[in-house]
């Protein structure tokens, strides 16, 4: 059973940096692509950050430059690094991965950005 767990979210004030992990098992997580979404209040759910099993990583327009996603594929771990935090980055952060055609989300992660 896949099972993915976040950690790491908080309250930042705007400029401020978090960085989030997400642990994974239940997979044979250096063969999986991995993803950071994120939802905030009132929005879908979007992608934020993707980094594929070898390693190359997308962005969503308004993270680049400020977020980094990282993988340990010997601890299965996926992480964010996120600076120069905004309020608009303020949401429910999730972890996936879709395996076989079906997708697996962790818990979240709340991150709140704010003075």
């Known amino acids: 059973q896949v099972h993915l767990v976040e950690s790491g979210g908080g309250l930042v004030q705007p400029g401020g940096s978090l960085r989030l992990s997400c642990a994974a098992s239940?997979?044979?997580?250096?063969?999986?692509?991995m993803d950071w979404n994120r939802q905030a209040p009132g929005k879908q759910r979007e992608l934020v950050a993707r980094?594929?099993?070898?390693?190359?990583?997308t962005y969503e327009d308004s993270v680049k430059g400020r977020f980094t996603i990282s993988r340990d594929n010997a601890r299965n771990k996926v992480y964010l690094q996120m600076n120069s935090l905004k309020p608009e980055d303020t949401a429910v952060y999730y972890c996936?991965?879709?395996?076989?055609?079906?997708?697996?989300w962790g818990q979240g992660t709340q991150v709140t950005v704010s003075l």
């Open positions: 239940g997979i044979t997580f250096k063969l999986y692509t």
């Open positions: 980094i594929s099993s070898r390693g190359t990583t």
């Open positions: 996936s991965t879709d395996r076989g055609g079906s997708v697996y």
